[in-house]
């Protein structure tokens, strides 16, 4: 069936540090790939998205591309700051379950200031 | 403002005890759902509704049941049966025909066996 993995956590970063958190995934046809972010004590929030092979998703310094050849939407930023700080979560919604979202095992993130 | 909301942020729950966690959402979306977090692992969908008066079973409905009486409330029932309630629960909801991206979560309830 189709599913996400992404990488284990706790990822803990320096200020201004380059950022990537892995994901791959494994879907019939062709998923739309998302990153999902959570704040301490919040709820999801949508971070990125891709809806198709080698687009490219980008929000608030956060990348992510489509990479069908390798099947992965690793999530990538530049210079992370101490407000990062929070669990990712890699998700694919795929064609033969378009009302339900799969959900990676979220990676928690920490950056010391 | 719009948005989810859901109570209580904790609930506890002794052994044999049913107990229903709350969402309310003033969004006007059609579909809402309920997950389950648990640590070290991905949400995974308890049930789901797209209209009043309907929902379906996710990936681990048993010891769950659900309501939809009115647009904007998706009560959640976790009953005795479900023998590992302790997780993180949020509720979420989308417009029809939206995306599923449009997913809109409430900031969760924690429950805790006592």
């Known amino acids: 069936g189709d599913s996400v993995t992404q990488m284990e956590g706790p990822v803990t970063l320096s200020e201004e540090a380059f950022l990537t958190i892995n994901c791959t995934y494994t879907a019939t046809g062709y998923p739309s790939l998302f990153w999902y972010v959570q704040y301490p004590g919040e709820g999801l929030q949508l971070l990125l998205k891709a809806t198709k092979a080698d687009d490219k998703g980008s929000n608030k310094g956060f990348e992510a591309t489509y990479r069908k050849e390798t099947t992965s939407f690793h999530l990538e930023k530049g210079s992370v700051q101490v407000s990062d700080s929070a669990v990712y979560f890699c998700a694919l919604s795929a064609p033969s379950s378009a009302s339900k979202i799969i959900f990676g095992s979220g990676t928690r993130l920490s950056i010391r200031p | 403002d719009g948005g989810i909301t859901q109570s209580p942020k904790y609930l506890f729950r002794k052994e044999g005890q049913n107990v229903t966690l709350s969402c309310e959402q003033n969004l006007n979306h059609d579909a809402m759902y309920w997950y389950r977090q648990d640590p070290g692992q991905g949400l995974r969908l308890i049930y789901y509704?797209?209209?009043?008066?309907?929902?379906q079973k996710g990936d681990i409905a048993e010891g769950y049941s659900v309501s939809r009486e009115k647009k904007e409330s998706f009560p959640l029932t976790v009953t005795s049966a479900q023998k590992n309630p302790t997780a993180f629960y949020l509720c979420a909801s989308s417009p029809i025909g939206g995306g599923i991206e449009t997913q809109y979560f409430g900031p969760g309830t924690r429950l805790l066996v006592l």
């Open positions: 509704s797209q209209i009043v008066n309907d929902f």
